[in-house]
């Protein structure tokens, strides 16, 4: 039986049959375009983790989300958590893969300031490091990106003592130091969560965190100049739907506070999602499914077909990879949402509103006259078969805020249809 051994980055390439390129130093550019894996690496090995308090600390300041096992933790308490995932006797410290280009994704995970969400925070436990600078980045291109990382991660597992995984925190996910999760979705039982900024709204920004932010960014980037502002948005879509006067919106549990803290910023909130009571229930449950039913389900998949070996041709492993790329898309777009949600009930007076039931009848093609009960509903619980209609389709836009006995016509691609509004409730 062959024993475990400690691979470079170089050897771990070529162990898995790729050919290594590098190394470059971290903040230098990669002049590579196209897709492929690319593997960070310390000069030597360390046997502790040389984390930089200090930087740790403006995380901390920077990110109010951040909790250690639920609760906000100390600067030490934070870097100790973190320490106890150092694994003494290896160089590499991150491996990660694009299916774009390697130069693109580097420059990104460079760039990106520490609680930055965007334009890239894979590995960002790499940004408290006090070697950051002396880090190494080597790359190897190659058109099966995803494969090759998972290779290259179990490659790197398996070069593991016995000794050091019984050491880690957790040694039932072994990864590099700044790898969260493997390529299957098994995550490591840190006990961080909220370590980074959400994408749109991330509560106020104080003056001393933007010159923390931007002294981390500074560090991170080798102090060059075009690093990217941690404070700065691209913009956000607004509603431009009026809300009817009769309506009154109220919060979800939890997003007053978000709110407010926004508001008094002076920083824009993502766009409004407008649910109804039943809506944010039903959004809740299918959440609630795809990560504690469907994500382990699909996470045994991969794990079930990544043993039948050769991934390459591994239809099994593919498809169980599309399905999980699906879900996690489904799981991010349903957080998203809930986190802007505003919760709209019916008025249940004579004007329609969202959340209003309304009747009308129209007349059919024959001339008899039908009726047609519409649910007036946001558009992220629109359900046409279930007549849960949009309030921003042209039949929901052509109703909102009309009464019993109005007419209305509505214009559609194939045509004009004619309404008249029996009853609103």
Do not use: C
Request: hydrophobic share 40%; proline share 7%; no cysteine.
């Amino acid at each position: 039986m062959t024993e475990p051994r400690s691979l470079g980055a170089a050897e771990l390439l070529r162990s898995v049959g790729l050919l290594a390129d590098g190394p470059v130093r971290w903040g230098n550019p990669i002049r590579v375009g196209g897709p492929g894996v690319y593997l960070v690496e310390i000069a030597a090995p360390h046997k502790s983790a040389p984390i930089d308090h200090t930087l740790v600390a403006h995380w901390i300041e920077r990110v109010p989300t951040l909790t250690l096992d639920g609760a906000r933790p100390t600067q030490r308490e934070l870097a100790v958590r973190m320490g106890e995932f150092w694994l003494p006797d290896e160089t590499v410290v991150y491996i990660g893969m694009t299916n774009l280009s390697i130069g693109g994704r580097v420059g990104a995970f460079v760039k990106t300031p520490l609680g930055d969400r965007r334009p890239h925070s894979g590995g960002h436990w790499l940004k408290t490091l006090t070697v950051l600078p002396e880090l190494r980045v080597w790359w190897a291109p190659t058109s099966a990106p995803e494969e090759y990382e998972d290779a290259l991660l179990t490659a790197f597992a398996q070069g593991i003592s016995p000794e050091a995984k019984a050491a880690l925190r957790d040694s039932s996910v072994v990864l590099p130091w700044a790898n969260l999760q493997s390529t299957g979705g098994e995550r490591k039982q840190h006990g961080i969560k909220g370590s980074l900024l959400a994408d749109e709204a991330d509560g106020p920004v104080s003056k001393a965190q933007r010159v923390a932010a931007a002294a981390a960014a500074a560090k991170g980037t080798g102090g060059k100049r075009g690093a990217a502002d941690p404070t700065r948005r691209t913009g956000v879509l607004r509603s431009t739907t009026a809300r009817p006067r009769s309506t009154t919106p109220r919060a979800p549990s939890g997003s007053r506070a978000a709110a407010a803290a926004i508001k008094a910023a002076g920083r824009p909130a993502g766009p409004a999602v407008q649910l109804s009571p039943e809506g944010l229930i039903a959004l809740r449950a299918e959440l609630d499914e795809l990560i504690n039913v469907q994500r382990p389900a699909i996470v045994a998949r991969i794990a079930a077909a990544r043993e039948l070996g050769d991934l390459k041709e591994n239809s099994d492993y593919h498809e169980a990879r599309r399905e999980q790329s699906f879900a996690e898309g489904r799981v991010r777009m349903l957080e998203d949402q809930l986190r802007n949600a505003v919760v709209v009930e019916g008025t249940g007076g004579t004007v329609v509103a969202i959340g209003s039931t309304v009747v009308v009848e129209r007349m059919d093609p024959a001339g008899a006259l039908e009726t047609t009960t519409f649910k007036i509903v946001g558009a992220a619980e629109a359900s046409p078969k279930a007549d849960k209609i949009s309030n921003v389709s042209p039949i929901g836009a052509a109703l909102i805020g009309r009464k019993p006995g109005d007419a209305v016509e509505v214009v559609i691609p194939s045509g004009r249809i004619g309404f008249r509004i029996l009853e609103v409730r």
